[in-house]
Structure formats: C-alpha cells, structure tokens
C-alpha cells in the first residue's frame, strides 16, 4: 500500500495546498469584505493587516505563484497570532493550544512552513 499511495505524494500535497491557501484566502475575505461575519477591523489596524496577508497570502499559496515566500510570510504571521492573540493575551497566559483555542493558528503556522520549505511541487505557477 505504501508504494500505491506514494506515488499520489505530489498530487496529495497539491491538494494541502490548494485547500489551505483557500481556507486562508477565505479568512482575508471575511476580514477585509465582511462576508459571513458582522465584525470589519477598521483599515490599517493590525488585525486588518493580517486580513490583507491571508487574502493575498492564501490566494498566492492556493494558485502555486510565489509560493515558498508567501507560504513563509503567513507561516509568520500565524506565529505571531498564536503568540500574540492566543498565548499572551489569555488572562492566565497559558502557552498550551488545547486550552488557549490556538490549534488553528499552531496548525496553519507549521502547514505553511512546510509549503515554504517545499514549493508550489505540482499544478502551480512557480517554474520548481
């Protein structure tokens, strides 16, 4: 099975990236367009900076252009969303995901290092 299965290992990790550059595109569109959400940051705050990241971050990541510095910069950002929004400002500052709701930003953060590290791979627009 495992040499059935490696052989999708591009396509597979395609579709990680597609679908997470997607989810993250999707966020951006939420924050910057109020879609499906009634909270809009005001324009040039940080959240609303963040919002311009994961919307052409996301876009950047799902599409394969630029991949491996757009994939690092929201890696980044999601490391310090994680530190900043979930570690530090919880009353209690407690650094674990489980309890401070960060798994989403923890996940987002090493799924995006891992895009940087490798690359758009297949059906990209990155000529690696």
């Known amino acids: 099975m495992k040499s059935w299965l490696h ?11 597609i679908v997470a550059g997607l989810m993250f595109l999707f966020h951006g569109v939420q924050k910057i367009f109020g879609v499906m959400t009634e909270f809009i940051p005001p324009f040039g705050s940080q959240i609303w900076i ?10 950047a990541v799902m599409i394969g252009f630029r ?3 757009a994939a690092f910069l929201c890696s980044g950002m999601m490391a310090v969303a994680y530190i ?5 400002l919880q009353l209690d500052s407690n650094f674990f995901p489980a309890i401070n709701k960060g798994e ?4 987002y953060c090493f799924v995006f290092l ?6 758009a791979v ?6 690696d």
């Open 50 to 59: 963040g919002g311009i990241i994961e919307l052409v971050g996301g876009l």
């Open 84 to 88: 900043q929004f979930h570690w530090m």
């Open 67 to 69: 991949t491996r510095i």
């Open 7 to 17: 052989q999708y290992s591009d396509e597979a990790y395609a579709l990680l990236r």
């Open 104 to 107: 989403p930003a923890v996940l």
């Open 122 to 127: 297949k059906w990209g627009m990155d000529p």
């Open 114 to 119: 891992l895009i940087a590290c490798r690359g």
